[in-house]
């Protein structure tokens, strides 16, 4: 594999010069940093990353720490979070808290051993460990919010009201919720957002929580055999959503004829099961770009502690709704 000194020698210029014409230094003429350029191009030179960090005190490397990954939702949120790093020649760390603080800490210990340059991080609870606080490297959160941190989010509440007005276009007045957890904003948004919409013309027949890995509790799948007059189901996310499907075909009743169904995220599998599902699309590529781009501009020193970059949400209207 071609060295730095090779490049230096195909030029004809020292170590030194071909390391400021590659990371941009402004010390370096524009026709050297071409010739530079285009010698590392044709030796296929690429920069040691440790060697590099052993100079420079920078890895390249980030980490990227979300709570589940049997969620779809995160592997798809990771996709673009990779996507994006690569192309700013950033390696991505990637870990699964398994919702819980015990594995959130483990990770985040792990990645401040390997030195990573900083943090994109979905919290799994209230509380901000340790790790985060002596890493002593940017944090950016994704997702859910804490105070003092920048973040990059959906507008949960938007998601609620959305279907609120869409439930009422298709003519259904009692609902049943099946929400996420209170421990996590995006379902207390969510959940907020549609019973807060119109609650003069919508009647909430029925509340259950649950986690948003789409496990029913007991009182769920009571819920769902007795809806009590609900025409429409409401779930937090969409594996909450396609668990209610599978638990409601399992006990023969119908969607949509017996009752309709609503979830929230798009996740690929919404469009796989059927009938397939209306939900509410968050916009995945948009959430994990500025992410990254929020932790590049703090890692080239530019101040961004609490700035939050709220994105808009949209209906994705599918067949597990019927009109009434
Ligand atoms: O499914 C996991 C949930 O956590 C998603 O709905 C996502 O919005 C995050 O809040």
Sequence with gaps: ???????AAKVGVSVATVSNALNGKPNVGTAVRRKVLRAAKALGYRP???AQAMRTGRTRAIGLVLPDLTNPFFPQLAQT??????KLGLLVCLIDSQDSAAGEADGLTLLAQHGVDGIIWCPVGPRIPRPIHTLGRPVVLIDRPRPGFAVVHSNNLMGGQLLARYALRQGHRRVGLLSGPRSVE???QRRNGFVSAHPERIEIAWEVRMGFDGILPPEACAALLDRRGATL????NDLIAINALRFLTQHDVQVPDDVSIVGFDDISWARIVSPRLTTIAQPLVAIGTRAVELLEERLSG????????VFDVTLVERESVKSI
């Design 1 to 7: 594999m071609a060295t730095i000194k090779d490049v």
């Design 81 to 86: 979070v990779e996507n994006k790093a690569r």
């Design 186 to 188: 995006s379902a207390q």
């Design 48 to 50: 040691h990353r440790a």
């Design 302 to 309: 530019a101040a961004i502690a609490s700035r939050a970059t």
């Design 233 to 236: 189901l409401v779930a937090g």
